[in-house]
């Protein structure tokens, strides 16, 4: 019987190309290539479009098989509109349709159940099948989704509903085996949470540093495509486009840069607040900024070495609840980068170490603009951040040097010797 049997619980999955759906999915394609069974119960793909995905249905209960891994898929509630209430019922729908799946999973005897939040709202289940069945239970924060609903007005800033959700999040936490997250500071929060230190590991995000790398000729596609010439410097964002980014600061750089031919901006992506830049682009008459849609998977190194910039764009009371997925693939593809963080978080820490560019104030346009200026007139900077990133991606950020530290992790918890075994493979920080 084997004794490697991996349940991950999440309601992001591959084939979203983006986000936690991406990491959820690499991770399990490594769990199955190095001798794990993996089931996967999850949600029909939808996520950054919103929509979901063509062949997928949002109302029926499907099974696929995937990187090896059973999936399951549970029907969803998408939102045609984004608001706070709605959100939260989209996140509802999941946590409630899975249950029936999730409890029939539990017969399958799996050593380790994986929940990955968001959604919080699928942990009490969660909890309380892994207490029933004997299961140990994994919480990975990818992000602090309450901390972030509070800071960004999803949810109202009301004294009473935050004591009580805060200290129902802080009850659930608790409960689990391990928590992670993927960045030290996210770690010093969930301390703070009253998770004990013992309980926590750190677990980041990854890259495939053999998918994303630099390409020693330059790519002409996008160029081509776009009509932009060989020479000009091109700042892209690339990823989702949602409140918690603000990119109509990027919008708004552009527009002081307008009367600089050489320099051209591309936004690649889907979310929720797409249209609205699209139109604040055409109202500012921005002949310097092309929109484009999601690449697909095969693309996404072709896309990320068009940069010559990259622009890693958050608003400034997001900068350390989330640390931002895309930076890795960025990192990874040996191009400068200009990243928006106040000092003290996750992303200035990493930004720093790598120096692998420039991080300036979030919200702040003088200095954002002021910085994309500098690197477009500075080849041999530029060079010298990109080679700095690849660097950073090769020794801190591969694939299997993080999988090794799970594969630690998971020993010590499903090992009988567990409970009395030296603490020194615990990664906290």
């Known amino acids: 019987m084997s004794t490697n049997k991996i349940l991950l619980y999440s309601i992001n999955y591959a084939p979203e190309l983006t986000g936690i759906g991406k990491y959820n999915a690499e991770m399990v394609a490594w769990l199955v290539q190095n001798g794990y069974e993996v089931r996967v119960v999850t949600a029909p793909p939808y996520y950054p479009e919103w929509k979901i995905k063509q062949g997928y249905s949002g109302k029926t209960y499907t099974n696929e098989r995937m990187h090896g891994a059973e999936v399951w898929r549970c029907p969803l509630w998408v939102p045609k509109k984004l608001s706070g209430a709605k959100r939260l019922m989209h996140l509802a729908s ?16 799996p050593n380790l159940i994986i929940v990955v939040e968001p959604p919080l709202a699928i942990s009490p289940v969660a909890i309380l099948l892994s207490k029933m069945f004997k299961v140990k239970s994994w919480l990975h924060v990818q992000d602090l989704e309450v901390d972030a609903a509070f800071d960004l007005g999803i949810l109202p800033q009301n004294k009473g509903i935050k004591s009580i959700v805060m200290g129902v999040e802080r009850w659930m936490m608790k409960k689990f085996t391990i928590v992670s997250s993927i960045s030290s500071s996210m770690n010093d929060r969930l301390l703070k949470k009253g998770v004990a230190q013992d309980q926590i590991r750190f677990f980041p995000n990854w890259v495939v540093v053999s998918d994303i790398f630099p390409q020693r000729q330059p790519v002409l596609t ?9 020479d000009d410097v091109v700042v892209l964002y690339s990823g989702n486009m949602g409140a918690k980014q603000g990119l109509e600061i990027l919008l708004e750089a552009a527009e002081k840069l307008v009367t ?6 591309i936004l690649c992506g889907d979310g929720a607040a797409k249209e609205k830049l699209m139109e604040i682009a055409v109202q500012k008459k921005l002949r310097n900024v092309d929109f484009i849609p999601l690449q697909p998977k095969e693309a996404l190194n072709d896309l990320l070495n068009t940069a010559d910039i990259h622009a890693l764009i958050q608003k400034k009371n997001a900068s350390d609840l989330v640390m931002p ?3 890795t693939g960025m990192l990874a593809s040996g191009r400068s980068i200009i990243a928006t963080s106040g000092e003290n978080t996750a992303l200035y820490d990493v930004m720093k170490k790598a120096a692998a560019g420039i991080v300036v104030p979030p919200e702040d346009l003088e200095q954002l603009t002021k910085a994309i200026q500098q690197l477009a007139q500075n080849e041999s900077g530029r060079t010298v951040y990109g080679r700095n990133a690849r660097e950073y991606a090769l020794n801190c950020l591969s694939i299997d040097s993080i999988m090794a530290n799970f594969e630690k992790d998971y020993t010590d918890l499903v090992s009988p010797r567990s409970v009395t075994k030296s603490r020194a493979n615990m990664h906290t920080h």
């Open 260 to 265: 600089n031919p050489r320099i051209r901006f």
């Open 325 to 327: 997925s895309k930076l």
């Open 94 to 109: 999941f946590a409630v349709t899975s249950i029936p799946v999730i409890i029939r999973q539990m017969a399958w005897k």
């Open 222 to 230: 996008y160029r081509e495509q776009l009509g932009i010439q060989g």
